[in-house]
């Protein structure tokens, strides 16, 4: 039987933490803030929205709310953005993506001062994890990190694969792992033989959007899988990209959908809006 991996109890551990944290900083005259700014109302994004405000609430971080109507122009955006980063009392500034099309989200990104680019999107901070600096780190990655530590799994020397090389999750999470001293395979849907490379890792880390893609065709026994995929399937259920059933009696840790990896891209967040303030 598969060890369980736990997003919900070790990200929970984790806003303890920093709940301990933020209430030293209060003592000592330190306040915490994040600007979340939403255009339009797609439906994910406004559950997203309200879970990062249920999180910032929990430990303690003061959450200013910006819900713009879908029609907000790229320069308005931009203007609001440019005020907050000159607003000393905000520490962090998240803006809820995907934004609608008529909006560069690229531009509106490089718009965050990277001093307070608590997603870690900026390239500033991708070159600062990437040259081995201190910075934001992109949360979900930083969240498998933690996952695997946290449940003494170790990384240095295991060969780890990552299937999808996205900017968000693929990329960022290769950069983690090597600081980790893990040896990594960056793989994706042009990967010849996916199945052969797929199951030279000890740790697969599948971020590739595709329901269920990941059979037990894929798996070295006793490999960790950490599924990143999150879909509704015709039954209406969650699942990941990993075909949990079948994979599970073959991998020695897994982690589920949901409640593996989507909870700690929260908890890791509020991480990054703590790290402002951190000596």
Known sequence: MAQLIDGKL??????????????????????????????????????????????????????RSYELPEETSEEELIKLVEELNADESVNGILVQLPVPDHIDEDKIIRTISPNKDVDGFHPVSVGRLWIGEKGFLSCTPAGIIQLLKRSNISIEGKECVIIGRSNIVGKPMAALLLRENGTVTVAHSRTKDLKEVAKRADILIVAIGKERFITSEYIKEGAVVIDVGMHRDEANHLCGDVDFADVEPHSSAITPVPGGVGPMTIAMLMNNCVETVRK
């Not at 803030?33 to 439906?43: E, K, T, Y």
Request: hydrophobic share 40%.
């Open 10 to 63: 070790i990200s929970q551990q984790i806003k303890d933490e920093l709940k301990e944290e933020v209430a030293q900083f209060k003592a000592e005259g330190i306040d915490i803030c994040l600007a979340v700014i939403q255009v339009g109302s797609d439906p994910a994004s406004s559950v997203y929205v309200r879970n990062k405000k249920k999180a910032c609430a929990y430990i303690g971080v003061e959450s």
